[in-house]
């Protein structure tokens, strides 16, 4: 930049010399005062451009302030050896007091005492420096300790209350430096941003705790086998391992220094499974519970004869034979298979002990050949009568299905041939007369037939508006073309389901039918002749005279009788219902009479109407992990093994062990679920969904959030309160996949302790914190004492350009008034 006011006043002397020069000798002297006023006060303006400032030092001793905040690590590690950390403590606290009297009675500096553990807390409100050292100095954690250093939360915790409090402070840090948290750059950035600094004081144990430091059981272990657990301990004492069927105990002899240790325990059931180490010793009791995913072949318990259970892979399958007598307890099986035996076959309440179980267990009840005459109820009967009635799949009492039965499968067939022609409005009637029966909860299809292709009207639940459209679709039909009913009896025979009904309406004018609907038929003849040979074997044959009859049409399936026979003797081929055809070519020498729950799944029928089931299967609705089934016969002697396995797998709560790492950490009074597919790329949806079934009936919901690699999941939840072993299922549920039912054992660790769980954190790990320290501008208090920079009033500056101005106008109004008088 140029030096402009030097530049201004060469040249305003310049200007004044050679005014000087050309005045006149007479007025010289006057022609020089005012060339001199009007060269200084061109002087004068050239010094204002450069806006001087008159600057007067400021007075020590102003009023200054700011928040120091101790973060104090309440863990046990650093509290493991009391007397080490007291007395870091103390050094903090007489530090605090020698700041407080350097900064003197005006400061308005102000502390605050944060201690943390696996969470961080205020002691007490901010308060004065030297009630921040008294506290510090009476500073003693529960217990010696708590488990966990989390510095993160409480170097977070302290900036914000920093932040509210103005935004000028600092911090002292008083740990051992084995957090248990790294510490994000993110968090050090955000002091450097505000300028606070990060004083240090490391201090802590040097040597791990005394007792069970630490402890380790395998991810997966199998049934019946040996399980090993591992860990170590330091000092002496009595160690035990217990697990859900007994307690292992072994001497641990004293030892200075840390010490391996094994045992081995066997877990029975499969399932997620708990074993508890406890270790007494001069430390006091420690307890650890340790979780592990059990897997191995399904466990089946049979009672009676089954000896087909024997076809079953002895790999995938064990099968334990109970007595009746003296049952064992059920809920500790996947599988309770019951052949031909009734209630009173075993010990008293033993109905009860089932139902209790059966969220862990499923239940096959085959029922066994005749017992006694088929006009007694059989086997089947005596337990629907029983506590586990309302969970099964079939009812045998014809009244209770009578005043509300299942839902009805309904199917029309209705003959629209050329010879149909007079009496199509008979048969239209009975078809209007057929739908006034129906329930929303009922099923409807119609299936009109000739000899051609015929438009049908597609299944749909008998709701009003569906009703009212199927109405108006017989309404429209006409009577053309010849008959030929096979194709929609075989149409109609693909839509046999558990609880089917077929109204086949015609006038008997065709030849006998190769096809068999296999299902309850009632024939309906609108000329009022009998239908031509079998026709009428398939249920109820009703003959209507051209124009009359209607009023008086009674249809036996709407208005059963009750039954009298309870069995039917015939031999016959299974007739499954689905795509999964077990049984199918293994004839059963006939079978108990029973009627299908709502909400059961028959899986196959009687050949002959009408179409009783002989296998069903039932999941209930409630509680979906409830799982039972019904073999309404004898076994067939020559049963596929194959098929006995498809049966028990759609019983096993638990079908796929291997698709799911799963691990339970139970810490700090919460239980903490991480589950890993060990298939990720087979997940039909990145999301997974879980819940807690306890045996008491709560359901705790588990809010699985994806974590780490694709496929990792965790959950957390507060620890049920225990009072024992208590049991529970896991369910686990992704989209496009059965639901995964996996037993769960539940134990306490109430075991007091006089430490917490940093077993194996000792010594100092004083590089993490110079990290802090040297990243914030703080010091290391083990070397020198805290300092905090006071900051004082600023100087006072005082601007000099008005007053040059003023005075350099003033000089150049007695230049002029100097050249006025000349």
Known sequence: MAPWPEILAIVSIGLATVAFILGSGRSRRRALASVALLSISVLLLAAAAGRPRLILPAQSGAVDGGLLVVALDASESFWREPAVAETATRKIADQVDALSQSLGARTGWQGLLIEFSEAAAESAPVQTLPQLAENLRRFVPPSGGREGSRADRALSMSLARIRQDGGRGAVILLSDGNFHSDLSPDLVEAFQARGVPIHILAAGSSAPATGLVAANLGPEQSAGHPAVVRGAVFGGGTLE?????????????????????????????????????????????????????????????????????????????????????????????????????????????????????????????????????????????????????????VNSDPHAVRMTPPRRDVVILIDVSG????????????????????????????????????????????????????????????????????????????????????????????DPPGTHPQCFTTAISTEGQHFPGGVAAWGQEVLL??????????????????????????????????????????????????????????????????????????????????????????????????????????????????????????????????????????????????????????????????????????????????????????????????????PVTLLNSDLTTSMGRERLDFGIQLEAMRELSSGTGGQELSVEPIKISVADAPDSKIPLHPWLIAIAIALFSCSLWCKERE
Not at 329 to 356: K, Q
Not at 652 to 671: A, E, N
Request: proline share 9%; net charge negative.
């Open 241 to 393: 391992v217990a697990g859900v069927d007994g307690v292992e105990g072994q001497d641990i002899p004293e030892a200075k220094s840390l010490r391996a240790i094994r045992a081995e325990t066997v877990f029975a059931e499969r399932g997620l499974q708990p074993v508890r180490l406890t270790f007494t010793g001069l430390g006091g009791k420690q307890s650890r519970v340790l979780y592990t995913k059990v897997v191995g072949p399904a466990r089946v318990l049979a009672f009676g004869d089954a000896r087909w259970l024997d076809l079953l892979d002895p790999t995938e399958w064990n099968v334990t034979r109970g007595d009746p007598a003296a049952p064992p307890a059920p809920e500790t099986f996947d599988i309770v298979v019951i052949d031909a035996l009734v209630p009173e076959d075993f010990t008293a309440g033993f109905d009860r002990t089932l139902l209790s179980g059966a969220a862990r267990t499923g239940l096959l009840i085959v029922n066994g050949g005749l017992r006694g005459s088929p006009e007694m109820p059989q086997r089947i009967a005596d337990w629907n009568a029983s506590d586990l009635g309302p969970i099964l799949p």
């Open 545 to 742: 005279s051209s124009g009359s009859g209607l009023g008086s049409l009674k249809l036996t399936y709407f208005e059963p009788e009750p039954r009298i026979i309870y069995y039917r003797s015939e031999v016959f081929e299974p007739v499954p219902t689905s795509d999964v055809a077990l049984f199918a070519g293994s004839p059963v020498a006939g079978l108990a009479a029973t009627y299908p729950r709502a909400d059961a799944e028959v899986l196959a029928i009687h050949e002959a109407p009408p179409p009783d089931p002989l296998l069903a299967l039932r999941h209930d609705a409630e509680r979906p992990e409830v799982a039972t089934a019904v073999f309404l016969g004898p076994m067939p002697p020559n049963v596929r093994g194959e098929d006995v396995a498809a049966l028990l797998t759609r019983l096993v709560g638990w079908k796929s062990p291997r698709r799911f790492d799963i691990r339970i950490g139970q810490t700090g009074g919460r239980l903490n679920f991480t589950v890993s597919a060990l298939e990720a790329d087979a997940l039909a949806s990145p999301f997974l969904s879980g819940v807690l079934a306890l045996e008491s009936g709560r359901r705790l919901g588990l809010g699985f959030v994806s974590r780490g690699a694709p496929g990792e999941f965790f959950a957390s939840i507060p620890m049920p309160d225990l009072v024992g072993p208590m049991k529970a299922v896991l369910e686990l549920s992704e989209q496009g996949q059965d639901t995964q039912f996996i």
């Open 419 to 510: 010879s149909m022609g007079r009496s199509m409005g008979i048969a239209k009637g009975a078809a209007h007369v057929i739908l006034d029966q129906l329930r929303p909860i009922d099923t409807l299809a119609i299936l009109p037939f000739s000899d051609r292709s015929e438009p049908s009207f597609r299944r749909q639940m008998a709701e009003p508006e569906a009703l009212s459209q199927a109405r108006r679709f017989i309404d429209t039909l006409a009577a053309s073309g010849g008959t030929a009913p096979d194709s929609a009896l075989a149409e109609a025979a693909r839509m046999r389901s558990n609880y089917c009904a077929y109204f086949f309406i015609s006038d008997g004018g065709f």
